[in-house]
């Protein structure tokens, strides 16, 4: 029989033991070890039965046993002493307090998901585990950030394995009273409320939950709430589990919404209101218009709003593909813009945000929305950057993709989070230090023999929870049977362990183990070399083509002579990776280059002291250095998708085969692989403070955070009079652009065969439409000429008005250019010039072109207006 309701009771600590509620209302706990160890202790079996989650513990001790142990005078002052560790780590200044100069009083961090623990399921994948890392590193630094997010009462899907090896999805709601989660109220008692109006006279209301993570607050909105209608209490159902109508409205409340639920949540609390605004994807993009709507409210236009907005604006993209971006038909965007839902936001303008600048024009684009409405970009890996300079080059036409503005910062992944306490505790003995990711481990004070037995030791430990999540998968497909005596034996623990786990959407390549199956059991079953491989992941529900490639990898993992040494795991989530990524020996990563953005599930493997063996994508090829792992050949360039599915799967194995684990094997004579521990320790000491997530939280601070604090800050001083001018002028520049081009240019004082070192002269005249030299640079881009007469090596130089007594304008120069038509020459045209010196053979080319200036724009291709001689 099932319960029509669910609700959690919590227990009634003693009063010596209250500190614990303090303790488990607190995130920290999900990273914090000495405070686990203390939940551990109340009752060890039935921490783990719980998944560590110390509320659920709370709930479901015995009181006796908490009677107990408020007797114990050593545990109670060991509560007390935690307790008193969380208040100063929480009050205490950090790195970001001791930054001299501007820095942002507050930042909002807007992402759909965030991955903080197990005990709080709102997550997918690795968006949302980056989210959840970003904000335990700023909470660690001390960066005021404040997260913002929607509460999915079912959260994203639990995932079984039917027997012929298809995924089963489930959706077990949530009880948030049962989560460290409290409701934000007003001070009568009454919840917080925010509301959106909808079109057709309706409202969608929410409620705001809030989690405290460190020194950070998590704010999340929830419809099921009897406020609102049967239909849109559904809105936060689920993550990602709906399309169309159901994802906007969703991604309405996220931003315009969350953005709401921030401004009233400081102004409940007196903390300060965010000078910037991270959008961590697409999805949040709607904030942007909310805060546009806001300044409107204080006297300003759309396009003086527009500035200020866009200044303090950070969008991260994460996608690497078109068909990753979200994307709503344009007449269902501009049927809820037509509403109240912003009034003083004329819909044109909402629409002209998300238009594509090659794509469909019925469509809205929520990734170009999100790059027109913040000025400071990035991706997420510096390959990733290029990819998305080149994917979103439409915006910014006549630029090179060099100087598309999308800048790129790497992800990394909390250090304290993912690394494993057996090692942290090697650390805490043999280096005096709990900072794993910065601890110096190629020092002798760690043996060979110590760091191996605890990479053993990891190995053994996961081995043993692998055994467990597989009897429980075989008890879920045979209730009531025995799980058979094999499953017992599943894995070695002294076996080569090489983990594959992440989302399964076809271009990470799940199922290229298999191009050759016979090769693969040949590796498999070695008789001296022999590996073992684990492989998890979730398929979205809608794809069916990503739950085929499940299927086939629990099919062949079913084959009685296979399955002790492959297994699929079901139900990947941060409690199995936290086991999984230091239990293995190699991580395995093998996308379509260049189509993983970063792929952090690698990082946490070499927090742990595993060895990456990957596809030159994502974050591996600013890390790769021959030492660290392995980098397998990529076929890129050219062939059909078949071929380089063969070309790659081949290159795969050839590496496991003569490199990977001839070098795993090969034992001292006291057992001790020596050059593959030499390997752990390098990757350990070279890694570990690259890819931590303070480095990532530090960059944004200072390339992102900062820059656009300052910014938002020049534009909203004295009334935001520089936004009202910047507004005015690039008005103006917009409309007279049409008359600017570049008339005639005139080259000389280069040998009639040039050297280096010859000093190239440039006359250009310039139409500017009206416009002053002031309002334009004239620029020569000169670099390497190819047979295309396309540049690479580009370089960019200003070329200055003439004067009477401008040496440059000397008449020693040769049209390099015919004037313009009959009646458009040179007649008109300003005079810029400028001399290049030549600094490399080979071929030289260059050209002129004329773009807007203005002390206040980010980037000369902001605007996205060019004018190039031709």
């Not at 993912?418 to 020092?443: C, F, K, M, V, Y």
């Amino acid at each position: 029989m099932k319960a029509i309701r669910k609700f959690t009771v919590r227990a009634v600590l003693p009063p010596a033991l209250a500190a614990l509620d303090e303790l488990a209302g607190n995130l920290r706990w999900s990273w914090h070890e000495p405070t686990r160890v203390l939940f551990d202790h109340i009752e060890p079996e039935l921490w783990r039965e719980v998944g560590h989650d110390p509320t659920a513990l709370l709930g479901a001790v015995a009181p006796a046993r908490l009677i107990e142990l408020a007797s114990d005078v050593d545990y109670v002052a060991g509560v007390n002493a935690m307790r008193d560790d969380l208040r100063e780590y929480l009050e205490k200044p950090r790195w970001y307090q001791g930054l001299d100069g501007d820095k942002p009083a507050a930042i909002a961090y807007f992402s759909p998901e965030f991955g903080i623990a197990a005990a709080l399921p709102q997550y997918s994948g690795g968006l949302g585990i980056l989210a959840g890392d970003h904000l335990k590193s700023a909470s660690d630094l001390g960066v005021p950030l404040i997260g913002v997010g929607l509460f999915y009462r079912a959260g994203y899907f639990s995932q079984a394995i039917a027997a012929d090896g298809w995924q089963l999805e489930s959706y077990p709601l949530l009880d948030p009273d049962g989560l460290p989660l409290s409701v934000v109220r007003r001070p009568d008692g009454s919840a917080m409320p925010v509301a959106l109006a909808l079109p057709d006279g309706r409202t969608l209301h929410a409620r705001i939950w809030k989690a405290a993570v460190g020194r950070i607050t998590l704010l999340l909105l929830d419809t099921d709430i009897p406020e609102n209608d049967d239909d849109l209490r559904q809105v936060t159902d689920r993550l990602y589990g709906g399309g169309g109508e159901h994802r906007l409205l969703q991604e309405l409340l996220l931003g315009i919404g969350g953005a709401r639920a921030v401004k009233r949540w400081t102004a409940l609390t007196g903390h300060p209101e965010p000078d910037v605004f991270h959008t961590n994807e697409g999805h949040a993009g709607f904030l942007g218009l909310e805060r546009i709507s806001s300044l409107m409210g204080e006297g300003l236009d759309f396009g003086e709003a527009l500035q200020v907005a866009r200044a303090g604006t950070v969008f991260t993209t994460h996608t690497p593909v078109a068909a990753g971006i979200d994307r709503f038909e344009l007449d269902l965007v501009r049927r809820y813009f037509s509403s109240d839902l912003l009034p003083a936001v004329n819909v044109d303008d909402v629409l002209a945000l998300g238009a594509e600048a090659d794509g469909a024009a019925d469509v809205f684009n929520m990734a170009v929305m999100g790059l027109r409405l913040g000025q400071h970009a990035n991706g997420v890996s510096k390959l990733h950057g290029e990819v998305s300079r080149r994917l979103f080059a439409a915006l910014w036409p006549g630029f090179d993709e060099s100087e598309i503005p999308i800048d790129s910062i790497t992800n990394g992944v909390h250090a304290p989070t993912w690394t494993d306490p057996a090692l942290l505790a090697l650390a805490e003995t043999r280096l005096g230090t709990s900072d794993t990711a910065n601890a110096d481990w190629a020092s002798s004070r760690v043996s060979d023999d110590e760091l191996w037995a605890v990479r053993t030791a990891l190995r053994h430990q996961f081995v043993t929870d692998a055994r467990l999540r597989l009897a429980d998968s075989w008890r879920q497909q045979h209730p009531g049977g025995t799980v058979p005596g094999w499953i017992g034996d599943v894995f070695d623990p002294t076996v080569l362990t090489i983990g594959f786990a992440r989302r399964v959407p076809s271009y990470k390549r799940l199922t290229l183990m298999l191009h050759d199956p016979n090769r693969l059991r040949a590796l498999l079953t070695h008789p001296e070399h022999p590996i073992q491989i684990v492989i998890a992941g979730k398929s979205h529900p809608a794809d069916d083509e990503g739950k085929r490639l499940i299927q086939q990898i629990v099919q062949f993992a079913d084959d009685p002579k296979l399955r002790q040494r492959i297994a699929f795991l079901p139900d990947y989530n941060i409690a199995m990776a936290q086991l999984m990524y230091p239990g293995t020996d190699v991580w395995l990563n093998n996308p379509l280059r260049p189509f993983e953005a970063c792929g952090t599930s690698g990082m946490k493997a070499a927090l742990n002291g595993a060895l990456n063996l990957s596809i030159l994508d994502g974050w591996w090829p600013e890390y790769y250095d021959g030492q660290n792992g392995w980098a397998i050949p990529s076929a890129n360039a050219g062939g059909d998708a078949a071929e380089r599915d063969r070309f790659e799967a081949e290159a795969l194995y050839d590496l496991i085969e003569h490199q990977v684990a001839p070098s795993f094997y090969d034992r001292s004579e006291t057992g001790i692989p020596v050059r593959w521990v030499d390997s752990i320790r390098h990757s350990l000491a070279g890694l570990s403070p690259e890819v931590s997530a303070d480095r990532m939280v530090k960059d944004y601070v200072e390339k992102m955070y900062r820059p656009a604090g300052r910014a938002e800050a020049r534009l909203s001083a004295d009334n935001y009079r520089a936004a009202r001018e910047l507004a005015a002028w690039k008005h103006a520049v917009v409309e007279a652009w049409p008359g600017v081009s570049v008339a005639h240019v005139e080259s000389g004082g280069v040998a009639e065969v040039p050297e280096v070192g010859d000093e190239l002269h440039l006359r250009a005249h310039v139409h500017l439409g009206g416009l002053s030299p002031d309002d334009v640079n004239v620029q020569v881009v000169y670099g390497t000429s190819h047979r295309d007469d396309e540049l690479s090596d580009v370089h960019v130089q200003t070329l200055t008005p003439a004067t009477g007594t401008d040496p440059d304008a000397a008449p020693d120069v040769a049209a390099d250019a015919a004037p313009a038509a009959e009646g458009n020459g040179t007649d008109g045209a300003r005079l810029f010039v400028g001399t290049v010196t030549l600094n490399h053979s080979g071929g030289f080319g260059y050209t002129v072109r004329v773009v807007p200036r203005h002390p206040l724009l980010h980037s000369a291709a902001e605007m996205g207006l060019v004018a190039v001689a031709g």
